[in-house]
């Protein structure tokens, strides 16, 4: 299995509202990436987890909150966000190893609008 | 830290005519480097990635790529379009000294016209 696969693929929400996105791989990979990418722009990068920790947050606003089960599941709980959060957020996987060169593997994103 | 830049954010191209997108690295270490394809309202797909095994890097779909220290480029081609390449590519290198991070380039949208 060489996927890694994201729900829900929409997500339309209130700027009130609560929800979540949800990232699986099953490749035994131990590093996971969350991503915000708007129309003709190249991915941003949000968080990073290594082994289950949270290894890098790119200054994100705590309205965003990443979330590491195991080493298999990554979540975004999103709490009281604007509308210029929207944007299509990609999910990736990689190994740890550095002699493989960091090849991130990416979902097919959820494309969010925040109204 | 390590960045790309992609020169030309739009190439057209005829069906059957050569494709070359152009990425250009700043690195003061071997880096790591990456194409990766978009299209439209979906994910990344890797084309191809240089790790300072060879040179000359070939990928999927019948793209390859030669990575040029002298130019510190590393230029994707393709020798005859398809309609089906139509899509947003990217050029990135991982960062050495925060690992886990991809640096982007800003894209090139590529454009096939019969």
């Known amino acids: 299995d060489t996927e890694v696969t994201q729900t829900p693929k929409h997500l339309v929400m209130g700027m009130t509202n609560k929800k979540s996105l949800k990232c699986e791989q099953h490749m035994g990979h131990r590093a996971m990436y969350w991503y915000k990418q708007k129309a003709k722009k190249p991915p941003e990068l949000m968080f990073v987890y290594s082994y289950e920790k949270l290894s890098i947050n790119e200054s994100v606003p705590s309205r965003f909150s990443p979330e590491c089960p195991n080493s298999s599941l990554l979540n975004l709980h999103l709490h009281a966000l604007q509308p210029e959060d929207s944007a299509l957020y990609l999910c990736a996987s990689s190994q740890v190893d550095r002699e493989r060169g960091g090849e991130q593997f990416f979902g097919p994103g959820t494309r969010l609008t925040v109204l | 830290a390590q960045s790309v830049t992609q020169l030309g954010s739009h190439v057209s191209v005829s069906e059957g005519a050569l494709v070359l997108l152009r990425c250009n690295y700043s690195?003061?270490?071997?880096?790591?480097l990456f194409w990766y394809v978009q299209y439209p309202n979906q994910g990344l797909q890797l084309l191809l990635k240089?790790?300072?095994?060879?040179?000359l890097v070939k990928g999927i779909n019948g793209f390859e790529a030669e990575f040029k220290k002298s130019e510190t480029s590393f230029h994707l081609t393709k020798p005859s379009a398809h309609m089906s390449d139509a899509a947003e590519y990217f050029c990135?290198?991982?960062?050495?000294?925060?690992?886990?991070?991809?640096?982007f380039g800003a894209g090139t949208q590529v454009v096939v016209t019969p």
């Open positions: 240089y790790t300072s095994a060879a040179t």
């Open positions: 690195s003061s270490v071997p880096p790591y």
């Open positions: 990135a290198v991982v960062q050495t000294d925060s690992w886990g991070k991809l640096q």
